[in-house]
């Protein structure tokens, strides 16, 4: 096992790992007496399911990460004078209203990626624009805009106003507050079983028939559910999330892709490299070597990964993916499997 001396140290790491990426990219946020820099109106309609999610998830991110210096107000485009004042979005209104849509000073944007694109990653570009500031110009919008500016304070847990406080977890519906327990505990038990598999590798293991049976079996759930998230991103198909948890808010969350890059696509090639490196291990070194240690580094540093993913879900993005728990879990035993053979192929070499 790790010496007790250097547990405080690495924990230190681990913890400055999980939180410093997330950090940096989150703005500082701004004060109460901040004057509100993007007024945004939302054409909401019943029946809508992806406006009920931005209310749910969307909105109380983004209100949590700007405060005062972001102001919403809903309107019905189902009502009557609703209905006339979303008309007026011209060419956006002709589409029906089957997902939310958001006037930005001159711009409208449809659907739920490009509002958190739009307000989400592109805030500071509409801030500085002093169109956003203003509400837009809609004929009969401005009769509409206390009672749809309540509307949101009511919907949406942490907006801003002068009695509500900012989001708290008690707020979040009961399915994702047990899911968000889930992931904290995932994510403890991840980093003990990581203190033990970096024990495993410091003293002489053995491979046997059940390990070797179990890597694989390991790899391939995890790339199933790689695949899984993979696909559903990229089509835009709400995934499967099961009795608790909120799925389709981590995926539409701007944590859900890494330079462009999907995290199911990147978790297909990093399960994918795993298996392809274990298979060419074995085979070139079947009675072990020191190429097996490819395959553990590049587990290592999928566990590591993992960890962030989890620490962001209950703790900033405030909604838990259960299939990215699952791949969390299927990355962690890789990595423990791995470690009890892996100081075995080294000692033979």
Same mark, same amino acid.
């Given at each position: 096992?790790?010496?007790?001396?250097?547990?405080?140290?690495?924990?230190?790491?681990?913890?400055?790992?999980? @939180?410093? +990426? #997330? /950090?940096?990219?989150?703005?500082?946020? $701004?004060?109460?007496?901040? *004057?509100?820099?993007?007024?945004? %109106? =939302?054409?909401?309609?019943?029946?809508?399911?992806?406006?009920?999610?931005?209310?749910?998830?969307?909105?109380?991110?983004?209100?949590?990460?700007?405060?005062?210096?972001?102001?919403?107000?809903?309107?019905?485009?189902?009502?009557?004078?609703?209905?006339?004042?979303?008309?007026?979005?011209?060419?956006?209104?002709?589409?029906?209203?089957?997902?939310?849509?958001?006037?930005?000073?001159?711009?409208?944007?449809?659907?739920?990626?490009?509002?958190?694109?739009?307000?989400?990653?592109?805030?500071?570009?509409?801030?500085?624009?002093?169109?956003?500031?203003?509400?837009?110009?809609?004929?009969?919008?401005?009769?509409?805009?206390?009672?749809?500016?309540?509307?949101?304070?009511?919907?949406?847990?942490?907006?801003?106003?002068? @009695?509500? +406080? #900012? /989001?708290?977890?008690?707020?979040?519906? $009961?399915?994702?507050?047990? *899911?968000?327990?889930?992931?904290? %505990? =995932?994510?403890?038990?991840?980093?003990?079983?990581?203190?033990?598999?970096?024990?495993?590798?410091?003293?002489?293991?053995?491979?046997?028939?059940?390990?070797?049976?179990?890597?694989?079996?390991?790899?391939?759930?995890?790339?199933?559910?790689?695949?899984?998230?993979?696909?559903?991103?990229?089509?835009?198909?709400?995934?499967?999330?099961?009795?608790?948890?909120?799925?389709?808010?981590?995926?539409?969350?701007?944590?859900?892709?890494?330079?462009?890059?999907?995290?199911?696509?990147?978790?297909?090639?990093?399960?994918?490299?795993?298996?392809?490196?274990?298979?060419?291990?074995?085979?070139?070194?079947?009675?072990?070597?020191?190429?097996?240690?490819?395959?553990?580094?590049?587990?290592?540093?999928?566990?590591?990964?993992?960890?962030?993913?989890? /620490?962001?879900?209950?703790?900033?993005?405030?909604?838990?993916?259960?299939?990215?728990?699952?791949?969390?879990?299927?990355?962690?035993?890789?990595?423990?499997?791995?470690?009890?053979?892996?100081?075995?192929?080294?000692?033979?070499?």
């Amino acid at each position: 096992m790790i010496p007790i001396r250097f547990a405080p140290r690495l924990l230190l790491w681990l913890f400055l790992f999980l @939180t410093v +990426p #997330a /950090a940096a990219q989150a703005p500082a946020e $701004a004060g109460p007496g901040t *004057a509100p820099e993007v007024r945004a %109106v =939302v054409f909401i309609a019943t029946g809508c399911n992806a406006c009920d999610e931005l209310f749910d998830y969307v909105a109380p991110l983004l209100f949590e990460r700007y405060g005062t210096r972001l102001e919403l107000a809903a309107v019905d485009a189902g009502s009557a004078a609703g209905a006339g004042v979303y008309r007026a979005l011209g060419e956006a209104g002709r589409a029906p209203v089957d997902e939310p849509v958001v006037r930005v000073g001159d711009r409208s944007l449809t659907g739920l990626d490009a509002i958190v694109a739009e307000l989400g990653d592109g805030f500071e570009a509409l801030a500085a624009d002093p169109a956003s500031a203003r509400w837009p110009a809609l004929p009969g919008l401005e009769a509409l805009l206390p009672a749809g500016i309540e509307i949101v304070r009511e919907r949406v847990a942490g907006a801003p106003s002068a @009695t509500l +406080p #900012a /989001a708290q977890e008690h707020l979040l519906p $009961a399915r994702d507050r047990i *899911a968000n327990g889930l992931a904290v %505990v =995932v994510l403890v038990g991840m980093v003990l079983a990581l203190l033990h598999a970096l024990g495993r590798v410091r003293r002489p293991g053995r491979r046997t028939a059940r390990t070797s049976t179990l890597v694989p079996l390991s790899l391939m759930a995890g790339l199933f559910i790689s695949a899984y998230l993979a696909y559903t991103h990229i089509t835009g198909t709400e995934a499967a999330c099961g009795p608790i948890g909120s799925c389709n808010a981590v995926q539409q969350s701007e944590y859900a892709q890494l330079f462009d890059i999907p995290l199911g696509v990147l978790g297909v090639m990093g399960y994918t490299l795993l298996l392809l490196t274990w298979l060419v291990g074995r085979g070139l070194s079947p009675r072990g070597g020191g190429w097996r240690w490819v395959t553990w580094a590049v587990a290592l540093a999928g566990v590591l990964f993992s960890l962030r993913l989890t /620490a962001l879900e209950p703790f900033v993005i405030g909604a838990t993916c259960l299939w990215c728990l699952g791949s969390a879990i299927a990355m962690t035993t890789t990595l423990w499997l791995l470690s009890g053979e892996t100081r075995r192929a080294a000692d033979t070499m």
